[in-house]
């Protein structure tokens, strides 16, 4: 007779040495996923660590770059890198900042919150301020010529003795503003709305003014000379001592039939004038006959 074990014995001897060796057959497997659990859990814990320490490092950076701005002894290359600096950080808070003489010429300002500022006599040569929100922000004696303004909002911003000149300002809001005495020549103002604007001694030689609203606007001894008037509206604004020299100042809406009459026998074109304008100005000016009288035609267009 063999001494083997019976065949049943055998079957359940297997079945427990399977039983007891699979524990340690997966202890590898389970080790592994704890490491992997323990490394995922621990990279969470270090990356909100380190998002919350950049987070420290910024404030203390747009803390310390408002400080220089706000300091009398910082030096006007400080507080331009400071400013630009807080622009990066989309810093809305100017009214205390010291920004007066920056040299921001090109700088790159599209979009950016610089409302109630201070810019005064800063050089903003060719700035992009292309849709910057710019309400109530002073712009007294600056270098803007050749800025873009693009559909800024220019809300009673004061642009006294400013440098306009080539500057884009295209759909610009300027409800309210001041351009007391800027220089504005060849500036480009079209489709801006300019209601209740102070334009007071402002020299807009050669500006493009078409479908601009003026209404209501001071306009005295300000110069349009030259200047594109297509469709501009001119409702209510005082053009008291105002220049029109060579200007199509014929095709603006809203002027009273006495201020036509006074432009039309102060402010012909002359042969320097464009010749499109020339052209223009005695179609216009061509008598009708209305009602058996003769009539200007351009009397009826304000």
């Given amino acids: 007779m063999s001494n083997e074990p019976p065949l049943t014995e055998r079957v359940a001897a297997l079945e427990r040495a399977i039983v007891t060796g699979l524990p340690n057959r997966q202890s590898p497997w389970l080790l592994l996923l704890v490491v992997i659990a323990l490394l995922a859990v621990f990279t969470a814990i270090n990356t909100q660590m380190i998002r919350d320490h950049s987070r420290r490092l910024l404030d203390q950076g747009r803390e ?38 920056l040299d921001l010429a090109g700088a790159d300002l ?8 201070r810019l005064n006599e800063s050089n903003l040569f060719q700035v992009d301020f292309n849709g910057a929100q710019l309400t109530r922000t002073l712009f007294h004696t600056c ?6 303004l693009r559909k800024a909002d220019l809300v009673e911003a004061d642009l006294l003795l400013a440098d306009l ?23 480009t103002f079209v489709l ?7 334009l007071l001694m402002t020299d807009l030689t050669e500006a493009n003014l078409t479908g601009a609203n003026l209404s209501g606007a001071n306009l005295q001894a300000a110069k349009f000379n ?10 209510e604004a005082d053009v008291t001592d105002a220049e029109f020299t060579d200007s199509n100042w014929w095709r603006a809406r809203g002027l009273s039939p006495v201020t036509i009459d006074r432009l039309r026998d102060k402010y012909p074109p002359s042969e ?9 100005y005695e179609l216009w000016n061509q008598p009708q006959p209305v009602g058996g009288n003769s009539s200007p035609a351009g009397r009826r267009e304000n």
């Fill in 226 to 235: 030259r200047a594109n008037l297509s469709l501009t509206r001119l409702n």
């Fill in 64 to 101: 310390h770059q408002f400080w220089i701005i706000c300091h009398e002894g910082s030096t006007a290359s400080e507080r331009t890198t400071a400013f630009l600096d807080l622009i990066g950080y989309g810093n809305t808070e100017w009214k205390s900042a010291k920004l007066v003489g």
């Fill in 165 to 187: 000149t080539d500057a884009d300002l295209r759909e610009a809001v300027c409800r309210g503003a001041s351009f007391e005495q800027a220089i504005a020549h060849k500036a």
């Fill in 192 to 198: 801006a709305d300019m209601t209740d604007a102070h």
């Fill in 110 to 117: 599209a979009g950016a919150d610089i409302r109630n500022a």
């Fill in 272 to 280: 320097n004038a464009d010749p499109d304008f020339v052209t223009d």
């Fill in 143 to 148: 270098n803007m010529a050749g800025a873009f």
